[in-house]
């Protein structure tokens, strides 16, 4: 696909490892709601994306927004969502850097 955007794999993986030294207990991730590990991870993702030069803002309850301005500010947006807490122990994120027919989004 021609002038398709193409994923940072580096960048990601280098997320997930800052996030899982940061939020890692035993086997497991542990970011409790509102606790030290969803701060911190959001602290990890807020510096990310100020380095990457994003629009980030806070709202009163602590969600965190990061915006890529476009060149034209009234056209529509495409908005994504998550969560970066977590239940007690859960399962790591991987990033696969290799080409893998299974992720075709991460093809190089």
Do not use: K, W
């Not at 500010?73 to 299974?102: F, K, N, W, Y």
């Amino acid at each position: 696909m021609a002038g398709a955007i193409q994923p940072d794999l580096d960048l990601a993986a280098s997320l997930f490892e800052a996030l899982s030294r940061a939020t890692r207990r035993g086997r497991g991730i542990v970011r409790d709601s509102y606790g030290d590990g969803e701060q911190a991870a959001h602290d990890i993702t807020r510096s990310a994306a100020d380095a990457a030069g994003l629009e980030v803002s806070i709202d009163p309850i602590g969600n965190l927004s990061m915006t890529l301005p476009g060149r034209d500010r009234s056209a529509p947006r495409i908005v994504m969502g998550s969560h970066l807490d977590s239940v007690p122990q859960a399962a790591t994120s991987t990033v696969r850097r290799e080409s893998s027919p299974a992720y075709p989004c991460c093809r190089r």
